[in-house]
């Protein structure tokens, strides 16, 4: 699930811990891509910290 930016409304841990109980396959599956989502919001998030950090290092080089 999102909220109304697209963003999960769980954490992939949240998520992940759901889908470790789950018994039912359609479920698991469900849930499967609901934790993918979360893990690639979560690695699109770092990476633009880690992009905006390294900027001023760049500017301050030239």
Do not use: F, N
Not at 19 to 41: F, H, I, Q, S, Y
């Amino acid at each position: 699930m999102a909220d109304s930016d697209g963003r999960p409304t769980r954490t992939w841990q949240e998520i992940a811990a759901e889908a470790g109980k789950e018994t039912d396959p359609l479920k698991v599956a469900a849930l499967t891509e609901e934790l993918e989502r979360a893990l690639a919001e979560r690695d699109a998030r770092i990476k633009i910290a880690i992009r905006s950090a390294e900027q001023p290092a760049k500017r301050k080089a030239s």
